[in-house]
């Protein structure tokens, strides 16, 4: 669960680049088969405050674009995607119903949280927004598979979901999983002002804002050390943490091929491979 304000499903360590040529990716979108245990609903808000982020997200086929991203998964069971209403700046997966649920508010609140042009960190507003937005639906997706599959979970399944996104965004171009790594990082510094004043919440099972940010830069720098060697060189991931990156991202790395490899169809994932995910007006 991922309070306050954020393409997407399981992904390999053998894939290449995202970028590919306009052909290999035309071909992609023709032969990408749905899968069938995939079903998405946009569920209309009663607050008319949020009718128009409903429409939006309808008229991107977000759930659509999310369900064939994660297409390639050998699922047992149905897996429920929806936006709706949440009354909460929230997401989550709901075991119940094996639901996979993104609230209006959370989409809203991110949007508008956002620079509006870009952070001392060099954090843009459409990375803040659509990196944001990735995060939460991989992390949450990462909490479903676990359930789904019974994947054990050694320590908090919250850092275990943190790592399975950031795992799954470093898959990319180098482009792509920047893109990612920021918006997660941003969504944390802002949710860690918010709370400035109060005691941190000790108690939680999520980790402190703080430490979130320097795991994910951790992991980014650890998978690809030139793509996120500028944080480590203006500070934003000092270099006693950055030194152990490549061992942590190597741990996360045979997790995910022991845990997670064996529930993915190989010929599908080349074809969600070749696949143009994100647009240059995303976010925008």
């Not at 992609?28 to 808000?45: F, G, H, K, S």
């Not at 809203?108 to 949280?113: K, N």
């Not at 980014?220 to 943490?241: I, M, N, S, T």
Request: glycine share 6%; charged share 25%; net charge negative.
């Amino acid at each position: 669960m991922k309070l306050f304000s954020a393409a997407i499903g399981a992904s390999l360590t053998l894939l290449g680049p995202l970028v590919l040529t306009a052909t290999a990716m035309a071909q992609a979108a023709d032969d990408l088969p749905p899968n069938p245990r995939i079903t998405v609903d946009y569920i209309e808000p009663r607050d008319p405050k949020f009718q128009d982020v409903y429409e939006r997200m309808k008229k991107r086929q977000l759930l659509e674009q999310l369900a064939l991203f994660l297409s390639p998964l050998k699922l047992p069971t149905t897996l429920r995607l929806q936006t709706q209403q949440c009354n909460t700046i929230n997401a989550f997966f709901d075991q119940l119903e094996r639901a996979l649920i993104i609230c209006y508010e959370l989409i809203l609140d991110g949007e508008e949280s956002a620079p509006k042009t870009v952070t001392p960190e060099g954090i843009t507003r459409q990375e803040a927004i659509v990196g944001n937005l990735i995060d939460t639906m991989l992390h949450e997706t990462g909490h479903g598979m676990f359930d789904i599959f019974n994947v054990p979970v050694l320590g908090k399944e919250e850092d275990a979901a943190d790592q399975f996104s950031a795992f799954l965004m470093l898959q990319f171009s180098d482009d792509v999983a920047r893109i990612g790594i920021k918006g997660a990082t941003f969504f944390y510094i802002v949710s860690a002002a918010r709370r400035e004043g109060r005691p941190p919440p000790f108690y939680d099972a999520h980790g402190m804002d703080q430490q979130r940010i320097y795991n994910y830069l951790c992991l980014g720098y650890g998978a690809k050390p030139a793509a996120f060697q500028d944080y480590v060189d203006k500070g934003y991931l000092p270099k006693e943490r950055a030194a152990n990156c490549r061992n942590e991202f190597d741990r996360v790395k045979k997790a995910f091929e022991l845990t997670m490899l064996p529930y993915i169809d190989q010929e599908q994932m080349k074809k969600v491979q070749a696949h143009q995910w994100l647009r240059p007006e995303d976010g925008r």
